[in-house]
């Protein structure tokens, strides 16, 4: 998908506004689970997870290919909405973002902060996205849809830095929504010629992914309710699919109550605090601990943007019903 020099060019790209997120070995994580964990940190980005890296290569390419647009139009469930924001406000340029209704209040707060302007509309993520698309196209502007290749370049440079710092990991766990984030772990492998697995995951409640996958086919899923609100996703992307399916190792899925306890794992051993979709890799490493028992994994948080009421429950014991 990439080549190495693309990778590193984006990389620079991001670098100019961020610098790289850190990679750790939590020594009381990894007495825990049994293996060398190495957590990679996208929950220390600006923003607060890893989309911010897609906003900047994302929002390069507008302006080389648009240099007319006046501003893009999105849908979020609130991580790449705050990408997107940042991006754009700092391009001087208008943001849309369409959110479902029922969103968490704390990220849409995060998105109007960094510029952007919030509309609710529709039931879940895949009807804003619609909605978005059609004032796109109403309204003159870009689409920024949950997946596109200067998205996946973008994000692909967090996997460049956790695969060159943290080498020889057997198996990476990466989460999945639209399939960015998997599909760039896949795309930095590969380019790096390196023999890492990488295991996909996702919640049962919202598990469109595993099912396609299983079947050799998309397939849609009636809801995605969970909290786990950043892999919130009913209906899967074709050209993500197209790369995961074949470079995925597998496909987990989680139960609610894994992830909620996985958030508090995260923070009983490192202190970070996770949001239900930055912990379900750690999740789905603690379902087959025994598997990868002495083995060096490596595990992405990869965004701490939980609301308050939530990761008050979740540190409580119980587990958000949606």
Known sequence: MFTVQELQDAAALVHRQMPPSP????????????????VKHENHNLTGAFKVRGGVTFMDWVRREYPKSRGICTATRGNHGQSQ????????????????FGNSVEKNAAMRAYG???IEFGSDFDVAKDEARRVAIEEDLVFVPPFHRELVRGVATYALEF?????????????????SG????????????LAT???????????????????????????ARTFADGTAVRIPVQDAYDIYAKGADRIISLREDEIAAAMRLYYRTTHNIAEGAGAEALAALW??????????????????????DIYSTVLSGQTPQM
């Open 23 to 38: 990679q750790y070995d939590w020594p009381l994580l990894s007495r825990e689970v049994g293996a060398e964990v190495w």
């Open 197 to 223: 697995r990488v295991v996909g995951v996702v919640p049962e409640q919202a598990d469109c992914v595993k099912r396609s996958v299983e079947a050799g086919q998309l397939i849609e899923t009636n809801s």
């Open 287 to 308: 379902q087959e601990r025994d598997a990868m028992a002495g083995r060096k994994v490596g595990v992405i948080l990869s965004g701490g943007n939980v609301d308050t």
């Open 182 to 193: 998997i599909c760039g772990v896949i795309a930095a492998r590969d380019a790096l010629g």
């Open 116 to 118: 952007g302007e919030v």
């Open 163 to 179: 695969f060159t710092a943290a080498t020889d990991l057997h198996t990476v766990y990466v989460p999945i929504g639209c399939g």
């Open 85 to 100: 924001a940042r991006a754009a406000t700092a391009a001087g340029l208008l943001a849309k973002i369409y959110v479902p």
